[in-house]
Every structure is written in structure tokens, then in C-alpha cells.
């Protein structure tokens, strides 16, 4: 007997969502930052080829997820023709754009990369630490990351308005620039004997956390210079990954002797 699929997903409010094709293609046009774009997995009019090119001029489809009419049905009862996007209520800055910056500005670079962290209320406490730190930005992917919303907003105590924060379509591709800009790539494992305390974070660095069930993705731990853990001795074997980053994070503020 065939079962209805029951998506679980949060009902954003409708200010939040764009629906409709020509709705879509012009806040494209306004310059409007979309944080993610849901289209009919079967749609195939010429006006929905014409938004799949322009989304392709723009360079978005990474952030495009092509999925079943009864999941587009669950973000609203009104015509969405087959397309809904979210817009993203903060922008987003490139990594070029935010190493460069530090390095003119005399700084040494500190970044926080997460990898497949997905839940906002962790993406946004770690925020709320970076911010605090002094953290120049916080690098995560296109696809299996926290959705930038308004949950993750609020988390972070307001600090996702004003940090930084770098959407890349490649992780690894980016882990590959930060390490050729000679910034020290410092992942946080369980993989391995030396201590977080152990490293030298004065130099530029950036702190890579992952996904508190899968860790960080392996081809992308490979890429990172220093593997580094927190001891554990009591039952539980690992920390929340906002906290975990907390204590990396203020790690690099204790070395670098910063007040």
C-alpha cells in the first residue's frame, strides 16, 4: 500500500519565501540573496527552463534542490508555480574577499570552518562564540549546511547580522585556498592522540568542526594540516559541537594573548 511521504519541515513565514516563477527571476534581478531554491523535480515548461538558465547565469544552482510538488505544497496553500525560494536575511561575503581584508588590515587570519554542521541552533551559538572571539568569518558549504534563518539568527543573539559569513559551493575547494594563503587548517577529531593545546594557533589558522555524528568528511580532512582533539575522561565520549567549538576557538584567543 503506498504511504505519503511526511516531510518534516519548519512553516517559514510567507515574508520569508518567494514563490512563483516570475517572482523568483525578478528578485534574482533586484539582487535579492536567496539562501536556498526549492523547484518541482518534474518541471519542464519553457518559463521554468528560462529561470533555470538565469539561475545558471547567476551562479546558483548549487542552492538549488529539485524536489516532489507535495513538499512545495507544505511551505504554502498559494500558487507557487512549481518554485519557492528563501530569502537569506543576512548576506553572504566571499572568502577571497575576507582573508585578503585580514591580511591588508595587518591581522592574522582566524576563520571557523563547519562541515555538515546542520542543526541552527548550534550553527548559531557558534556564531554567537565567533563573534565574541573575534572570529573574521565562518566558512560553510552551499549543501549540508545550517540554514541561515531566522532561528539561527536568534541563537546567535544577533550575531549573524554583523559576522561574516562565506557560502561556498566546494568546501574542499575552499579548504585548498585557505591553506595555499598559507593559513594553518586545524580539524577537530577524535581520530587522533595530540591535544588541542598542542598546536601553535598564532599563526593564521582556521578551525575546521564537523557534523557531531559523521565528524568532519574525510577527503576534507585530509586536506587539514593539524588534527587535534579535546581529552576526555569522563563517560560521555564527545562535547556538543558549539561547545567543542568554543573551547577551540578560545584556545586561539588564550595563545594569541589577546584581552
Do not use: W
Request: proline share 3%; with cysteine.
Amino acid at each position: 500500500m503506498y504511504q505519503k511521504k511526511n516531510y518534516d519541515t519548519r512553516r517559514p513565514k510567507e515574508k520569508e519565501m518567494i514563490f512563483g516563477i516570475r517572482a523568483v527571476m525578478e528578485a534574482l534581478d533586484a539582487g535579492k540573496v536567496l539562501d536556498k531554491i526549492l523547484i518541482r523535480r518534474d518541471m519542464s515548461s519553457a518559463i521554468g527552463r528560462e529561470l533555470l538558465d538565469k539561475l545558471n547565469a547567476y551562479q546558483l544552482q548549487a542552492a538549488v534542490q529539485r524536489v516532489p510538488v507535495e513538499k512545495l505544497n507544505q511551505f504554502t496553500e498559494k500558487n507557487h508555480q512549481g518554485v519557492i525560494a528563501f530569502i537569506s536575511p543576512v548576506e553572504f561575503y566571499k572568502l577571497e574577499d575576507v582573508v585578503q581584508n585580514a591580511f591588508d588590515e595587518g591581522r592574522v587570519p582566524f576563520l571557523v570552518v563547519l562541515d555538515g554542521v546542520t542543526d541552527v541552533r548550534n550553527f548559531g551559538a557558534i556564531a554567537r562564540t565567533c563573534s565574541c572571539a573575534g572570529v573574521d568569518a565562518i566558512v560553510i558549504g552551499t549543501r549540508g549546511s545550517a540554514a541561515v534563518n531566522g532561528d539561527a539568527i536568534k541563537a546567535s543573539a544577533g550575531a549573524l547580522h554583523t559576522l561574516p559569513i562565506c557560502k561556498v559551493e566546494n568546501l574542499q575547494n575552499a579548504l585548498r585556498y585557505l591553506r595555499d594563503s598559507g593559513i594553518t587548517l586545524v580539524a577537530a577529531t577524535e581520530h587522533t592522540d595530540q591535544n588541542y593545546t598542542d598546536v601553535d594557533m598564532t599563526l593564521p589558522i582556521a578551525i575546521v568542526m564537523g557534523n557531531e555524528e559523521k565528524g568532519i568528511y574525510e577527503e576534507n580532512l585530509k586536506l587539514c594540516n593539524e588534527k587535534v582533539r579535546i581529552p576526555m575522561t569522563g563517560t560521555i565520549e564527545s562535547l556538543n559541537v558549539s561547545v567543542a567549538a568554543g573551547v577551540f576557538i578560545y584556545e586561539v584567543v588564550r595563545q594569541r594573548g589577546c584581552e
